[in-house]
């Protein structure tokens, strides 16, 4: 009987969980705040705690890194309001499976419980990283040659430069020196980091990722290193930083171009000492993590630009991983079809089989500008509509299909005797122009923003605003 921990200081709520799995067939425990349910779980072991985001004495945050350092094995799902949706999903990245908003719909919540506990005894009977797979295999297991991620699958691709990468990855992983991912948006960099992080000593740890990218300037700082109660206006309570979470595991910083130059200074101090301390504080706190960088600009020439420091380059340059455009290794496209396929089925509950030779064969000249994240995208959207056993072209966007005919329609212009109202002409033209300096730049975002003189912001406004899917 699988044992099931309910952590929430709503007792309505914990009653209601309790009698629902209970007749279920699970072992249900209660506690109403962490420092009861963190007790519990060192004395005796929990399969699933279900954990209110907000409890009187810690947050989430907090109860995910306590819990993953006490009990590594056990699955988590996150209780939220519909206000902390953005910071819960951020919190899975640290090693909650899932969340749930309020209200609690128990036969909803009942079908992720399952799914959490499925993943755990999957990862339990997973074979190793290096582990084969005959060509006849069926397409539903296909994932199992590949590296486990944390909830990702890092695909170990058939071409000679995923092949190379692959090498990087098991020769690395093993040691604990700075690794800095390169490759253009979409390419997985996260998905490498984890299975860096996964195939090393640290695996039982912490992976925690951070979008330097989304990180407003003026919060940068307490996110990564946290901040005491009263450091600031809004500073409600203590917060633990990204660094802290990482203790004793591993650090994932993308899009590291984008901090500021102060918050480089700080990184600096972090990366020579080990050392974090909070805003407000004036105590240091030692940190034991490993550090993977990821981005799609150019160090080097930020650094020669004055817009990244030179002596965190070189603390950080210690390995450098660079991952080919999917567009550069046709040899995977197939492999990595198959994958999205597969995990689009499952997600969909589909039984979708395969694709046509039609499809495949506009899928390896398509160039893949998006890279996989692109290709992900565009087979569950065909997955959801096939209806049938296989994708076939009438499923697939017109820009796979028709690709010169989509490139002409992009640069289409106004013909004079084309009347139409001046927003829809401004639109167009601003559409035409964001879409040639995106395939100037790679559909490096931050490079786009540079280019058109605009902020970053303000660039994934106009993205929506046109329509424009990267």
């Known amino acids: ?117 499925a993943a755990s005894e999957n990862k339990a009977e997973a074979p190793s990283a290096s582990a084969t797979v005959s060509s006849e295999t069926k397409p539903a297991r296909r994932s199992s040659a590949n590296a486990e991620a944390g909830g990702l699958v890092y695909v170990k691709g058939e071409s000679q430069r995923s092949k190379h990468i692959q090498k990087l990855i098991e020769l690395v992983a093993p040691t604990d020196m700075t690794v800095i991912i390169l490759g253009e948006s979409g390419t997985g960099k996260e998905v490498a980091a984890k299975a860096i992080h996964f195939m090393s000593k640290r695996k039982n740890n912490a992976f925690v990722a951070v979008d330097c990218g989304a990180l407003p300037a ?43 130059y102060e918050n480089q200074v700080k990184l600096l101090r972090v990366l020579q000492e080990r050392k ?57 496209v197939i492999l990595y079809a198959n994958h999205f396929l597969d995990m689009a089925n499952s997600e969909l509950d589909k039984d979708v089989k395969g694709f046509s030779e039609n499809a495949m064969n506009k899928f390896k000249s398509y160039p893949w500008p998006g890279n996989l994240r692109e290709m992900k995208n565009v087979i569950k959207r065909a997955t959801l509509f096939a209806e049938n056993t296989n994708i076939d072209g009438q499923h697939l966007p017109s820009e796979i299909m028709n690709p010169d005919l989509s490139i002409m329609m992009m640069e289409e212009s106004v013909e004079d005797d084309d009347i139409i109202d001046l927003k829809t002409a401004t639109d167009r033209a601003e559409k035409k122009i964001i879409l040639k300096a995106l395939a100037q730049t790679g559909f490096r975002k931050s490079k786009t923003a540079e280019l058109l003189k605009i902020d970053r912001k303000t660039l994934y406004n106009k993205l929506v605003q046109l329509g424009i899917d990267t």
């Open 218 to 260: 003026e919060l940068a700082a307490s996110e990564l290193f946290g901040h005491k109660k009263g450091a600031f206006t809004g500073a409600m309570f203590d917060k633990i930083g990204q660094f802290e979470l990482a203790n004793g595991g591993t650090l994932f910083l993308d899009e590291i171009g984008n901090l500021s």
């Open 1 to 117: 009987m699988k044992k099931v921990l309910c952590v929430d200081d709503d007792t309505d709520i914990c009653l209601l969980l309790s009698r629902f799995l209970g007749k279920n067939g699970y072992a249900v425990d209660t506690a109403f705040n962490g420092t009861t349910a963190l007790e519990k779980l060192k004395n005796e072991p929990y399969d699933l705690v279900i954990c209110d985001f907000r409890l009187p004495d810690k947050d989430g945050l907090e109860m995910i890194k306590a819990i993953k350092s006490t009990r590594p094995d056990t699955q988590i799902i996150i209780i939220t309001g519909y206000s902390d949706v953005k910071i819960a999903v951020k919190a899975m990245k640290y090693g909650a499976f899932e969340y749930v908003t309020k209200p609690i719909h128990p036969e909803e919540i009942l079908i992720t419980i399952k799914d959490a506990l």
């Open 276 to 332: 974090v301390r909070r805003i407000g504080d004036t105590k240091d706190i030692d940190v034991d993590i490993r550090i993977i960088v990821a981005t799609n600009e150019d160090l080097k020439k930020a650094v020669k630009e004055g817009t990244f420091r030179e002596d965190i380059y070189y603390r950080i340059n210690e390995f450098v991983i660079e991952l080919p455009a999917l567009r550069e290794r046709k040899d995977d």
